[in-house]
């Protein structure tokens, strides 16, 4: 199945500030309030939760937060949620579902996430399947 396909099936939801119900095995992409901006000499990773976890909720964000992320501007982090409990769960505005852990590195990266013409989410805003650059792969 080709990621446009899944992409034209998918919505985006407005919660309008209320709570969204994560049914059994459902996914979705959401993204963080918060936004943020790497130099080249950081990286980071988000972290679900263990209290969310606990719930049967994972909270992933496709591992690692690249060095120059939000270079040319500050983003939100998209992330991936998944219930895998047997009942919905609701999500809550400003629910602390996830972690970010920051890692300086030995050096700066020579090219910012940003920078490079083969990063795919560059300035991505809201979530989505495709690339912010037009790949479809």
Known sequence: MRLETVDRGARLVD??????????GQFVLARTVERIALSKGLAA???????VARMGVIVH????????????????VVLE??????????????MRIVQI?????????????DERPS????????PSLLSSRGDRS
């Open 15 to 24: 919660t309008g500030g209320e709570p969204f119900t994560l049914q059994p």
């Open 45 to 51: 990773f988000l972290e679900g939760r263990s209290s």
């Open 61 to 76: 964000a496709a591992g690692l937060v690249n060095p120059g992320t939000g270079m040319a501007k500050p983003v939100p």
């Open 81 to 94: 949620i998944f219930n895998e409990n047997v009942v919905p769960v609701r999500l809550y505005p400003g």
């Open 101 to 113: 852990i920051f890692l300086r590195l030995g050096r700066p990266a020579s090219a910012g996430y």
């Open 119 to 126: 990063s795919k989410f560059v300035s991505q805003e809201e």
